[in-house]
C-alpha cells in the first residue's frame, strides 16, 4: 500500500515554463487537494477535488491547473512557471471531507519546485 | 477573520524531557481539531484529531489537549526523543460540507531535540 505517492521530488524550471506535478493514490479516496507550504507561512490550498471530474480552486489558484479524470490521481499543472511559485508541493487525500468527525487525512512526500 | 496560532515558534529540548506545544485559534463554527508531525522533507504525518466533544487524546507518548472554551489546544511530548525533532502543525477545520476550504493551517512549531 503506497498511500500517496508524489512525483517528482525536485524540480528547477526556467521563468516561462510549464510542467506537470503528479500525485496518485491507492486508498480509493474521493477527496484530494494541492496544497503549497512556503518558509514562515501555513499550508496553502492551491485547489482540491471531491471526485471525479470535480475539481475547485483554493486560496491560492492562480497560475495552476488541475484535473481530476480518475479517482486515483490528481496532476497539478503550472502553466507558466514564475519564481514566486518556488515552494514546496503536497497533495493530500481523504475519505470524505476534512471536516467529518476522524477524517483522516494522508499527505505525500512533497515536491521541492525551484523557479530561476 | 479565522487564525491558528501556534507557540512557540520554534523549542529545544534534551533528550528524555518533557514538553508542550500550545495552538490557539479563532476558527467559528468549530468542527474538529488536528495535530500533524513534518519531518524535515517529508509530508506531514498526522498524530491527533479531536471533535468539539473530546478533550483529550493520545497517541503513544503525544497528547493532545483541547479546550473548546478557551479554544486552545496543547500538544504534549513525554520522554522526548530524537526522533521527535520535527515540526507540528496545528491544523482546525471550521466546518463539513465539501469545500475543503475550511482547513485553517497554523504556521508550526519547530522541536529540536538534542542528545
Known amino acids: 500500500n503506497a498511500g500517496v505517492t508524489q512525483t517528482p521530488k525536485f524540480q528547477v524550471l526556467k521563468t516561462g515554463q510549464s510542467m506537470t506535478l503528479q500525485c496518485a493514490q491507492d486508498?480509493?479516496?474521493?477527496?484530494m487537494s494541492w496544497y503549497r507550504q512556503d518558509p514562515g507561512m501555513g499550508l496553502r490550498l492551491i485547489h482540491y477535488?471531491?471526485?471525479?471530474?470535480i475539481t475547485d480552486q483554493g486560496e491560492v489558484p492562480n497560475g495552476y491547473n488541475v484535473s481530476r479524470s480518475t479517482t486515483e490521481d490528481f496532476p497539478l499543472r503550472l502553466l507558466s512557471a514564475a519564481p514566486s511559485q518556488t515552494s514546496v508541493y503536497f497533495c493530500?487525500?481523504?475519505?470524505?471531507?476534512w471536516g467529518q468527525g476522524n477524517t483522516e487525512a494522508f499527505f505525500g512526500q512533497g515536491t521541492r519546485l525551484t523557479v530561476v | 477573520k479565522n487564525q491558528v496560532e501556534q507557540s512557540p515558534q520554534s523549542l529545544i529540548i534534551l533528550e528524555g524531557k518533557n514538553c508542550t506545544l500550545q495552538?490557539?485559534?479563532?476558527?467559528?463554527?468549530?468542527?474538529?481539531l488536528r495535530w500533524y508531525k513534518q519531518d524535515t522533507g517529508r509530508g506531514p504525518v498526522s498524530l491527533t484529531i479531536?471533535?468539539?466533544?473530546?478533550n483529550t487524546k493520545s497517541n503513544g507518548r503525544y497528547t493532545a489537549t483541547l479546550d473548546a472554551d478557551t479554544k486552545q489546544s496543547s500538544l504534549h511530548i513525554t520522554a522526548s526523543q530524537l526522533s521527535d525533532s520535527a515540526s507540528y502543525i496545528c491544523?482546525?477545520?471550521?466546518?463539513?460540507?465539501?469545500?475543503?476550504?475550511?482547513?485553517?493551517f497554523g504556521k508550526g512549531t519547530k522541536l529540536s531535540v538534542k542528545p
Open positions: 491544523v482546525v477545520t471550521t466546518d463539513y460540507g465539501g469545500s475543503q476550504g475550511n482547513l485553517i
Open positions: 477535488s471531491v471526485g471525479a471530474g
Open positions: 479531536m471533535t468539539f466533544s473530546e
Open positions: 493530500a487525500s481523504s475519505y470524505s471531507d
Open positions: 495552538c490557539n485559534y479563532t476558527v467559528s463554527p468549530f468542527s474538529n
Open positions: 486508498m480509493n479516496h474521493e477527496y
